[in-house]
C-alpha cells in the first residue's frame, strides 16, 4: 500500500528565512511522481514543485526546491527567503506513474513570522 | 478564469437530506477527480473519470455516494440520506491524459456541514 507521511504538524520560520518541511512515504513502486501543493486558507490547493522518481536532479521552481532520497524514500521540501504568503498548509502527494490515485500526506501547516 | 470551479462552495443541510455539487474542470482536461478532506487531514481519493468514464471508485465512496460526468465535462457529485460522518471539504481536480506528465489543478472546494 501507498501511504505518505508528513511527521510535522506545524512548523514556523522567520521572514526571509529558509524552513524545510518533510515527507516520506511508502511504496514498492520504482517509477512515480512526488509533489508539494500548498493550500492557503480558505483557497484553493495549488501545485508547488514536482518531482520524477527517474530522475536524480532535485527540481527547484524559484525558492522552492526539494531533496529527494530515492533510497529513503525522502521528499522533502525548502522553502528559501521565506514570505509571509507563503503561510499555508502544505501536502506531499504520491502518485505511480501508470496509476491514477493521487495519495495525500496529512500536511504541515507553515507560519511565517515578520 | 479558467481554472477548476466548484458550487456551491459552501453547503449546510440537515441529516437525511440530499445533497448535490457541482464540479467545472479545466475545459481541455479530460480527467476530473473527487477528494474528500477532512478537518486536519489530506485530501482522500473518492473517484476519477476519464472523460464520461467512472474508471475508479474508492472504498470510502459509498452507495449513498454517486458521481457523473455525463458530457465529459462538467460532473456532480450528489450524496443522498447524508450524515454527520459527511461533513466535509469537497474537491474536484481536473487534469490531462494521464503518464509522466499529468498534473492536477484543484477547485476551491465544497465545504458541506451536516446538521
Known amino acids: 500500500a501507498q501511504t505518505v507521511t508528513q511527521s510535522q504538524p506545524e512548523m514556523s520560520v522567520q521572514e526571509a528565512e529558509t524552513v524545510t518541511l518533510s515527507c516520506t512515504y511508502d511504496?514498492?513502486?520504482?517509477?512515480?511522481?512526488l509533489f508539494w501543493y500548498k493550500q492557503p486558507p480558505s483557497r484553493q490547493m495549488i501545485l508547488v514543485i514536482r518531482?520524477?522518481?527517474?530522475?536524480?536532479q532535485n527540481a527547484t521552481e524559484n525558492r522552492f526546491s526539494v531533496n529527494f532520497q530515492k533510497a529513503a524514500k525522502s521528499f522533502s521540501l525548502k522553502i528559501s527567503d521565506s514570505q509571509l504568503g507563503d503561510a499555508a498548509m502544505y501536502f506531499c502527494?504520491?502518485?505511480?506513474?501508470?496509476?491514477?490515485?493521487?495519495?495525500f500526506g496529512t500536511g504541515t501547516s507553515l507560519t511565517v513570522i515578520p | 478564469d479558467t481554472g477548476v470551479s466548484q458550487d456551491p462552495r459552501h453547503k449546510i443541510t440537515k441529516r437525511g437530506q440530499n445533497v448535490t455539487f457541482r464540479c467545472d474542470p479545466i475545459?481541455?482536461?479530460?480527467?476530473l477527480y473527487w477528494y474528500r478532506q477532512t478537518l486536519g487531514q489530506g485530501p482522500e481519493f473518492l473517484t476519477y473519470?476519464?472523460?464520461?468514464?467512472?474508471?475508479?471508485k474508492s472504498r470510502l465512496l459509498s452507495d449513498r455516494f454517486s458521481a457523473e460526468r455525463p458530457k465529459g465535462s462538467f460532473s456532480t457529485l450528489e450524496i443522498q440520506r447524508t450524515e454527520q460522518g459527511d461533513s466535509a471539504m469537497y474537491l474536484c481536480?481536473?487534469?490531462?491524459?494521464?503518464?509522466?506528465?499529468?498534473?492536477?489543478?484543484f477547485g476551491p472546494g465544497t465545504r458541506l456541514l451536516v446538521l
Open positions: 481536480a481536473s487534469s490531462q491524459t494521464g503518464g509522466r506528465q499529468e498534473t492536477q489543478y
Open positions: 511504496t514498492s513502486e520504482s517509477d512515480y511522481y
Open positions: 518531482q520524477e522518481a527517474y530522475k536524480q
Open positions: 502527494a504520491y502518485r505511480i506513474v501508470t496509476g491514477n490515485q493521487f495519495y
Open positions: 475545459s481541455e482536461h479530460n480527467r
Open positions: 473519470f476519464q472523460n464520461e468514464a467512472q474508471l475508479e
